[in-house]
C-alpha cells in the first residue's frame, strides 16, 4: 500500500508559477513510476505528467508541454509538479498517483495505469 499526499496547491494570477509536491510512504514508493493528473470542474481526468521510477524518463499531456516540469526525489520520497506560465484554464483539482509497473501495455496517460491516488489539491489561476 502507497499513500500519496500532495500539497503546494493555491491561487495565483495568470502567468504566476506554482510547485505541487507528492509525498509518498513508504519508503518502496521508489520502485514505482508516478503520474500526475487533473480534473477541471465537468471536464474528465486529464493525465498532466508522470516520471519513471528512475526520474529518468518524463513525458507530459500535450496542453503543459514546456510549462510544467515532473521530477522526483527518491531519497525523500516527493515528486514535484512545476507548474510555470500558469493559464486560467490550467484550474483544476491535481492529483498524484503511483504506477506499480505490473501492467502491461496500458498508456501512462491512461489513469486505469495508476494503481494508488492521493486525495489532490486544489488549484485556481485568476486572469
Known amino acids: 500500500q502507497v499513500h500519496l499526499v500532495e500539497s503546494g496547491g493555491g491561487l495565483v494570477q495568470a502567468g504566476g508559477s506554482l510547485r505541487l509536491s507528492c509525498t509518498a510512504s513508504?519508503?518502496?514508493?521508489?520502485?514505482?513510476?508516478v503520474g500526475w493528473f487533473r480534473r477541471a470542474p465537468g471536464k474528465e481526468r486529464e493525465f498532466v505528467a508522470a516520471?519513471?521510477?528512475?526520474?529518468?524518463?518524463?513525458y507530459y499531456g500535450d496542453s503543459v508541454k514546456g510549462r510544467f516540469f515532473i521530477s522526483r526525489d527518491n531519497d525523500e520520497s516527493v515528486v514535484h509538479l512545476q507548474m510555470n506560465s500558469l493559464k486560467p484554464e490550467d484550474t483544476a483539482v491535481y492529483y498524484c498517483?503511483?504506477?506499480?509497473?505490473?501492467?502491461?501495455?496500458?498508456?501512462?496517460?491512461?489513469?486505469?495505469?495508476?494503481?494508488?491516488w492521493g486525495q489532490g489539491t486544489q488549484v485556481t489561476v485568476s486572469s
Open positions: 498517483a503511483a504506477d506499480s509497473r505490473t501492467l502491461i501495455g496500458v498508456p501512462r496517460s491512461s489513469s486505469s495505469r495508476y494503481d494508488y
Open positions: 516520471v519513471t521510477w528512475s526520474g529518468d524518463s518524463t
Open positions: 513508504p519508503r518502496a514508493f521508489s520502485s514505482y513510476d
